[in-house]
């Protein structure tokens, strides 16, 4: 199943009802007057968050919403009826954004969170609105107004404890394949993964926590290189960004330049972020998540060339590093428990 996580829709709120001309026609009333009444309030398109969605897949063959027309008014003073709002659901994480201006129209955050996309026109007055004293038979009412009509966007973010990011072929796809049900593809080839899963990770008596595996990334993603870095969208919202690093003898570039080139694309993507949002002078996004390095396929090398590995990268960034190796199950659980202390806390 493809994992859809973006959708353009065609939104039309409902065109306002128009107002009416009519006059009182009664037995013994002579010369009634005007009493045309006001058109009804076209439907706006309302969005409404829900937990019980989890992906946009119902956008795939939906690319219109269009709320129902106003109703006319009617003769004495009767207004019509207003035309009704379409409520749709969509998953809690949706962010709507206007395709053309590219500015954020909700943040969808909480079930039940509910907001309008697209308003109804106002419905035209009818006649009976325009008497005045020397203008005493109006014979005009007006037309209705349009309902908005907008294309809008809709981006899903998993919502995911844990990222996994990494070059293309650091064994992430493994990784998740050994903690969780999640059966996402594996090669030796890189860019195996071109799209997000996520699997579910239930150890020990942690509370279960998601983790999302991502396509790899290579330098140069945030001009659109390899798979591009779009995805890390994905890894915003998340708590952990589970950094994985391949030891393999294979790999051309030791383990610190391979985590150089991959901090560095994060930081773009970041800025690029952080600029977009002051650019439109909405709130900055969320500063980046923490960080857990990780070495992979630790089977593939000798215990001395890791401890070397270990030294240089602990000592140049000053930061932990969890040796694992998914083929033999090494440090795995270790590395689980520390995701789950570091989520619990
Ligand atoms: N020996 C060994 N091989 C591994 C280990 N983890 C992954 N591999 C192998 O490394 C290759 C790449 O693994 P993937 O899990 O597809 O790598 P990925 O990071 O998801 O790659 P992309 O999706 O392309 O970014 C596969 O051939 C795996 O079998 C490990 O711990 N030990
Ligand atoms: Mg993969």
Redesign the pocket.
Known sequence: MKFIDEAILEVIAGHGGKGCVSFRREKYVPRGGPDGGNGGRGGHVILTATHNMSTLMDFRYKKELAAEVGHKGMGGQCEGRCGMDLVVPVPVGTVVYDNETNEIMIDFTIDGQQGIIAKGGRGGKGNAFFVTSTRQTPRFAQAGEEGEKKTVRLELKLLADVGLI??????????LSVVSKAR??????????VEPCLGVVQYGDCSPFVVA?L??LIEGAHEGRGMGDRFLKHAERTRIMLH?I?V?PEEETTPLERYAVIKKEVASYYRAREQAATGLGTETTAACPREIVVF?????IDAATLAEFVRDFTRTTRSEVVP?????GKNVAVLLKMIGQALNR
């Open positions: 990494g070059c293309p072929n650091a064994g992430k796809s493994t990784f996402p593809k594996i090669a030796d080839y890189p860019f195996t993964t595996d396509p790899g994985m391949s393999s992979s396929k630790i089977d593939l694992v190796s998914s083929a033999t």
